[in-house]
């Protein structure tokens, strides 16, 4: 979540460069609850004792509005097609959601 969210404030400092404004929050979609938890509640405990200054990061881009956490379930997560061998059944299903179409299929 630390590299995204490094990632997403590069592009947004990229894009107020190129004269885009963008002001609102980026909403960052996760599907693990401890992931969403820890990036929003800034107590150390047992779980976070080396990944400290990854947590100070996300802390203050929460904080600061830069991103907004939020949770998807496993099965909407789109990310997963480009990261893991799924069925047929699921991989047309995210491939729907990103509007990606067969560009063969007759007319």
């Not at 047992?46 to 379930?73: M, Y």
Request: proline share 3%; with cysteine; aromatic share 8%.
């Amino acid at each position: 979540m630390a590299s995204l969210t490094s990632k997403l404030k590069w592009l947004k400092d990229l894009l107020r460069s190129l004269g885009v404004i963008h002001t609102l929050p980026m909403n960052v979609k996760f599907d693990s609850y401890s992931t969403i938890y820890i990036a929003q509640n800034p107590v150390f405990h047992e779980r976070t004792k080396h990944i400290e200054i990854d947590c100070h990061f996300l802390w203050d881009a929460v904080l600061d509005g830069t991103i907004q956490t939020s949770h998807v379930s496993t099965t909407e997560q789109i990310a997963d097609l480009f990261t893991k061998s799924l069925g047929q059944k699921q991989f047309e299903l995210l491939l729907r959601k990103l509007s990606i179409q067969d560009l063969h299929t007759p007319t």
